[in-house]
């Protein structure tokens, strides 16, 4: 009896088990974000709507909506298809073999922390926005009632998530740079 044939042609070398992993993360992720991404386009669209153009805080009121939606599709959707690719371009030109430690601080560390901030986004958003609508013109007051006035709390949540993101990209991606030591130029 012949074992099944192999799926990828023998000229690229199969993906090891920790790449694989990771890859269907990033490509689901994406995936999700990308329907997240036009869900929050709608959102701003449809929320906007509900204050008047001529609102003198229409802009400030709705400007991180829009913020939201750009966010995700870059943030959520690029980054994550652009990490994956790095993956496998580095693999295919000859880069060293990544252990699953920077994997794993990519879908691990970056990606939830990502969904904090986008979810720190989208909170925020709505209470700009609806304190706008119920008629506050003070935006230094509203920014101060965001978090329940807890302004240190506010600040160290946001701090730890967007540290937290960038030290978890930047551990993948001098993983990365570090690979390509072995490839040849």
Do not use: N
Not at 6 to 17: F, Q
Not at 93 to 108: H, M, Q
Not at 135 to 145: Q, S, T, Y
């Amino acid at each position: 009896m012949q074992a099944p044939a192999s799926s990828v042609p023998s000229d690229r070398p199969e993906l090891p088990e920790h790449y694989r992993r990771a890859l269907v993360t990033l490509v689901r992720f994406a995936c999700v974000m990308t329907i997240v991404g036009l869900l929050s386009g709608v959102l701003f669209q449809e929320s906007s709507k509900k204050l008047p153009d001529s609102h003198p805080l229409h802009v400030q009121a709705t400007l991180r909506l829009a913020l939201l939606h750009g966010h995700v599709l870059v943030s959520a959707v690029l980054i994550p298809l652009a990490c994956a690719g790095m993956l496998l371009v580095a693999r295919r030109v000859g880069g060293r073999e990544l252990t699953s430690k920077p994997l794993t601080w990519l879908v691990r560390g970056y990606l939830p922390l990502l969904c904090v901030t986008l979810t720190l986004m989208l909170v925020k958003s709505y209470h700009v926005l609806l304190a706008v609508r119920r008629g506050a013109e003070d935006l230094v007051e509203i920014d101060e009632r965001f978090f329940f006035g807890q302004t240190m709390l506010r600040h160290a949540t946001y701090g730890v998530a967007h540290v937290g993101m960038a030290v978890a990209l930047g551990v993948f991606v001098v993983a990365i740079w570090r690979s390509l030591r072995t490839a040849r130029a």
